[in-house]
């Protein structure tokens, strides 16, 4: 079952793909929020599909109640699994602070840099410097994981 909930959100996604571009070629025009919210509706009620029928069919991949109480036993509990979204949160959120700060500090260091070709070097540390936040978030994932 939960197959079928990942191939129709795949069609969803391949979907608005196609018609963005098939629209942005035609020159069509309209709303983007009506877009948006259709697109991303339509997904959302996939995905608690999939939640729901995830929560609720019970362990599909199981061969018997011995398999499944013997993975149970070898878990690590809670724990494990915290360090493991933990890890994911400090990777994800650096990640995407990296992005921020490199979207910015990149385009105002493309026109410092096309006023005055001599500060090139001085720009590049400073984009250098905004990169490093994502390097220091996947240091602490490691040290989370390994440590």
Do not use: C, H, P, W
């Not at 608005?16 to 942005?24: D, E, H, L, N, W």
């Not at 009506?34 to 991949?61: C, D, E, H």
């Not at 990296?98 to 001599?118: C, K, M, N, R």
Request: no cysteine; hydrophobic share 55%.
């Amino acid at each position: 079952m939960q197959i079928l909930f990942l191939v129709a959100a795949a069609a969803v996604s391949i979907g608005t793909i196609i018609y963005g571009k098939r629209a942005m070629k035609n020159g069509k025009t309209g709303s983007i929020k009506k877009a948006i919210f259709t697109t991303v509706s339509a997904f959302a009620l996939i995905m608690i599909g999939a939640i729901v029928s995830t929560m609720f069919g019970g362990n599909v991949f199981a061969e018997t109640a011995e398999a499944t109480t013997e993975a149970a036993a070898g878990a690590g509990g809670i724990g494990e699994g915290l360090k493991y979204l933990s890890a994911a949160l400090s990777t994800g959120i650096a990640t995407i602070a990296t992005g921020l700060a490199v979207g910015s500090v990149g385009s105002s260091a493309i026109g410092a840099i096309s006023e005055d070709s001599s500060l090139l070097g001085k720009t590049l540390i400073f984009v250098g410097m905004a990169e490093g936040i994502a390097i220091y978030g996947l240091i602490i994932s490691i040290l989370i994981l390994f440590v």
